[in-house]
Each structure stands twice: as C-alpha cells, then as structure tokens.
C-alpha cells in the first residue's frame, strides 16, 4: 500500500514538471511576443529567473524602443544578475544605460553594473585590470548620482577595491624588495611602486608598512652600493627615516626604523670627521 501511494505522488510531481516544463516550451516557441513577455514576467516573479531571461531574449528586438523593450532588457539584466552570471548582467546593465539613459531604471542599472564588477574582481594575485574597471564604473555611478541612497555603498564598495589595488602595489614592492641586487637594482623598483601606491592611495590600510618599505630600500641600496654613492644613499636614507617617523612618531616598525637610522648617522659621521 505505502509503495503504492509513494508511486502515485512521484506520478503526480513528475506531470506537474511536465506541465511546467510544457508551458515554458510553449512560451519559448510561440510567435506571439506579448505572450511571451506575459509569461517571462510571471517566471519572473516566481523567481524562476532562466526562464524569464530565456523567453525574454528571443523578444528583445520586437520591443525595442518601447516600454516593454526597456522592462525586458531591465529583467533580462536583473534576472542575471540574480542567478549571480555577473558577467552577463554587468553587459544588459550597460546596455540598459545605453539605450535608456533617461529610463526608470537607469541609476539602479548604473549602479548594479559596477556591483557586478566589484563581485567579479579577482583574487589579488591575479591581473587587477577588472578591479580598475570596477572603481571606473562606480566613480562614474557616484558623478552621474551624487545625490544617490545607493551613495554610501557605492563608496564603501569603491574604497574596499582601491584598497585591494593597494596591497596588490605593496605585495610588489616587497617582491622587489626581497629581490635585492638580483640581476639588477630591485631595492629602486620597490622604492618606485611603494611611492606610487602612496600616491594613488594615500589612505590605505597599508600606509605605514608602505613608509617603511620605503626606509628599508633606500637602507639597503646604501649598504650594497659602490663608495661614491653611499654617501648620498645613507643621507637619503636618513631623510626617509624622519619621513617614516614624522609621519608615524609611535609606528610598529619604529625599533628597526630606529636601527636603521643609527647605522645611517653612524656612517655620516665617519665621513664627516674625515673631511674636518
């Protein structure tokens, strides 16, 4: 008896996918794009969201420039964006803002689709072009809406990718770093883009370690240099020193810091008692 009632509910829910699975097909094939719409939007609304913005891109093109058109490119986006195809929703998002700059849905569109780059930006290993692509997109959102409620979290969201591109920057400078005189001058290359990633992010969370890095280069491109150029190498170094303390009086690196400027001063000096 139980075998027989479990079969009967499994018939049941199989007919029932049937039936579901034959009004899709049926909206799929149809030459009528009103029912068609009619019917994506009802899958819409289910949450049902492949099939929406499977119906809806076979009639994109028969409403283009109407109210529809602009709601079906606004689902097809949407209904993307939702099934988390990021990729594919960021291309309808922009192609919503393309075609409808003056839409209902245009600052909603223009927001998302820099939502999408931010969801899509890579691990930071990995090339940061996309993550460029993403702060573009938000900075441009926050211009064109500047009195926007989606303002604090396009920020929010514009600082955590500019922050990613500054420590992608620091991990650099300290490959370089680490590098040494290897087949060439690395202590200068870290110099050059820890300097840069204090230029282009002044207030990272890496800041410090930044100054320090910095301090530690030009130290060690004193050390390693040919006696005409220590001088002027230990001097620099001993101005990087009060750069890095002026800055941060009770920093985390300040011992070696310290250190550092001792061996510098110490060096100066000698040099200097030789010429007097």
Do not use: W
């Amino acid at each position: 008896m139980m075998g027989k009632t479990v079969r009967h509910i499994a018939l049941i829910i199989t007919a029932l996918g049937l039936f579901s699975c034959g009004g899709y097909n049926k909206a799929l094939k149809s030459s009528d794009n009103d029912f068609k719409y009619e019917k994506a939007m009802e899958y819409y609304e289910k949450g049902e969201y492949y099939k929406a913005h499977s119906i809806l891109e076979s009639v994109g093109s028969a409403f283009r420039g109407t109210e529809k058109g602009e709601n079906v490119v606004y689902t097809i986006a949407m209904s993307h964006y939702k099934n988390k195809d990021y990729e594919t929703a960021k291309s309808y998002f922009s192609a919503y803002g393309r075609s409808y700059p003056q839409g209902k849905h245009a600052e909603e569109c223009k927001f998302l689709a820099g939502v999408c780059l931010y969801k899509t930006s890579p691990e930071i290993k990995l090339d940061q072009t996309s993550t460029s692509e993403a702060i573009d997109e938000l900075l441009e959102f926050t211009n064109l809406y500047p009195k926007s409620e989606k303002l604090p979290e396009a920020l929010k969201y514009i600082q955590e990718l500019q922050e990613k591109l500054a420590e992608k920057e620091y991990l650099n400078a300290k490959l370089y770093y680490d590098l040494g005189d290897y087949m060439g001058n690395n202590y200068q290359s870290a110099v050059v883009t820890a300097s840069n990633a204090l230029k282009h992010y002044p207030d990272t969370k890496r800041k410090e370690d930044l100054y320090f890095l910095i301090l530690e280069a030009k130290y060690m491109q004193a050390e390693k240099s040919v006696e005409k150029k220590m001088e002027d190498r230990y001097r620099d170094t001993i101005d990087e020193y009060f750069n890095y303390t002026g800055e941060f009086p009770e920093g985390k690196h300040r011992k070696e810091a310290d250190r550092i400027h001792e061996k510098a001063q110490r060096y100066i000096n000698r040099i200097e008692k030789k010429t007097n």
